[in-house]
């Protein structure tokens, strides 16, 4: 019995790494939402705006910010969902662990296949969350040149 409570006590020390994985995956998601959120809400309110302007320089303005919002959105979206499917590779890596461990059978290549795809899902999503926030840095660059006009 001692042996498989020393197994156990292994595998949870092994399981350690990937879980402090999600919870960074988690911290990310987290910030990730909430600029998802304020980026609707800026777009509801352009969208609104867009509406009412009748001067055409400014309805043409708030139209390219609009479409901005919308690119934006899409990223955080495509970025949002490349971190919840690394978390779920992650997951599964964690699960495979403690079932070979029980079942003793060997994962050991597919706990390797799923951690890797899982790094490349975390890549990917931090290179789109990286484009998202040039792109509203971008956004602001233009809004500043036109103050300093």
Same mark, same amino acid.
């Given at each position: 019995?001692?042996?498989?409570?020393t #197994? !156990? +006590?292994?595998?949870i020390q092994?399981v350690? +790494?990937?879980i402090?994985?999600?919870t960074?995956?988690a911290?990310?998601?987290n910030?990730?939402s909430?600029r998802?959120g304020?980026?609707v #809400?800026r777009a509801?309110?352009m969208?609104?705006?867009v509406?009412t302007?009748k001067?055409p320089?400014?309805l043409?303005?708030?139209?390219k910010? !609009?479409?901005n919002l919308?690119?934006?959105?899409?990223?955080i979206?495509?970025?949002?969902?490349? /971190?919840?499917a /690394?978390? $779920?590779?992650? /997951?599964?890596? @964690? @699960?495979?662990?403690f &079932?070979?461990?029980?079942l003793v059978i060997d994962?050991s290549? *597919?706990i @390797?296949t &799923?951690f @890797?795809i899982?790094?490349?899902?975390l890549?990917?999503a &931090? &290179?789109?969350?990286l484009?998202?926030?040039? $792109?509203a840095t971008k *956004?602001l660059?233009?809004?500043?040149e !036109?103050?300093?006009?």
């Open positions: 019995m001692s042996s498989s409570v #197994d !156990l +006590a292994q595998i092994i350690v +790494a990937p402090f994985m999600l960074g995956i911290g990310f998601l910030v990730m909430g998802l304020r980026i #809400d509801r309110i969208e609104r705006r509406h302007i001067n320089d400014y043409e303005q708030s139209e910010e !609009l479409k919308w690119r934006r959105i899409t990223l979206n495509r970025s949002i969902g490349l /971190c919840t /690394c978390a $779920l590779f992650v /997951c599964s890596v @964690v @699960v495979l662990l &079932l070979g461990d029980f994962f290549q *597919t @390797v &799923l @890797v899982a790094l490349f899902l890549i990917f &931090l &290179l789109t969350f484009k998202e926030v040039q $792109l *956004t660059q233009m809004g500043k !036109l103050i300093d006009d």
